[in-house]
């Protein structure tokens, strides 16, 4: 005979980082089934829609913060990492919103920008990204269009191929 499973133990070995915020994720998914249960083969405005849900409720569960980009980094990939095995709709909105939208005004912005991340923190404010080029798509590396600031007529002349 065996002896029993200690799932604690295997969590603790598996799951070796910020485990407050992995047990919060687990326990919010156990929560509302209703929202996180796996559904398959629906339409895409559905899956949208339930990427969008299911963040609104992430932010409004105190998860994660774009203030942990300089707090706890591990915790903006551990959320990511723990949320990806539920919904991959959902990280990809989760990472405009905290990455590449929160990322960037907390990084960047002025403290006139950031009051703006609580309001992103909670879902009140929802953020957006667009990089794009017309023969590249979203491929970064190999856009060639370029933006300068025209001081003297105080606008961006911008170039793209």
Not at 55 to 82: G, Y
Not at 85 to 99: A, C, E, H, R
Not at 144 to 161: I, L, M, N
């Amino acid at each position: 005979m065996s002896a029993p499973i200690d799932v604690n133990a295997w969590r603790r070995i598996l799951d070796h980082d910020n485990l407050e915020t992995r047990r919060k994720v687990l326990a919010l998914a156990n929560k509302h089934k209703d929202l996180f249960m796996p559904r398959y083969n629906v339409s895409l405005d559905t899956q949208r829609q339930l990427a969008y849900d299911r963040l609104r409720l992430v932010c409004q569960n105190d998860i994660v913060s774009i203030r942990d980009f300089d707090r706890n980094p591990q915790n903006v990939f551990t959320t990511h990492e723990a949320l990806g095995m539920i919904d991959g709709s959902l990280t990809t909105k989760l990472t405009v919103q905290f990455n590449l939208f929160g990322g960037t005004v907390w990084r960047l912005g002025t403290e006139k920008h950031h009051r703006i991340v609580d309001r992103a923190d909670k879902f009140e404010q929802v953020g957006c990204f667009g990089l794009t080029e017309l023969g590249f798509g979203n491929n970064a590396v190999e856009m060639e269009t370029t933006a300068t600031y025209d001081k003297a007529r105080g606008e961006w002349e911008v170039h793209s191929p």
